[in-house]
């Protein structure tokens, strides 16, 4: 099995409140994961999608706390 391409997502503020975001893990699966998308902080994996197909997203890592955009 070919290893999948990793790009670490970057960092974000904590949205204010009532601002808009997802969490994972349980890892979001936009396709069939040719591309791991990680979380800048600690290296978990969040998001399986293609390069260039998720934007727009906050992404809450449950497993430090931290806050990714998929806007690179």
Same mark, same amino acid.
């Given at each position: 099995? $070919? %290893?999948? /391409? ?7 503020? $904590? %949205?204010?409140? +009532? +601002? =808009? *975001?997802?969490? =994972?893990? %349980?890892? &979001?699966? #936009?396709?069939?994961? @040719? /591309?791991? *998308? ?7 994996? &969040?998001?399986? =999608?293609? =390069?260039?197909?998720? *934007? +727009?997203? $906050?992404?809450?890592? @449950?497993?430090? +706390? #931290? *806050?990714? $955009?998929?806007?690179?």
């Amino acid at each position: 099995m $070919t %290893p999948h /391409t990793r790009v670490n997502l970057k960092s974000i503020a $904590t %949205p204010l409140k +009532g +601002g =808009a *975001f997802v969490s =994972a893990p %349980p890892i &979001l699966n #936009a396709s069939d994961h @040719t /591309t791991d *998308f990680c979380c800048w902080h600690c290296d978990t994996i &969040l998001m399986h =999608a293609e =390069a260039d197909q998720v *934007f +727009g997203l $906050t992404i809450r890592c @449950t497993s430090c +706390g #931290a *806050f990714n $955009t998929t806007d690179l």
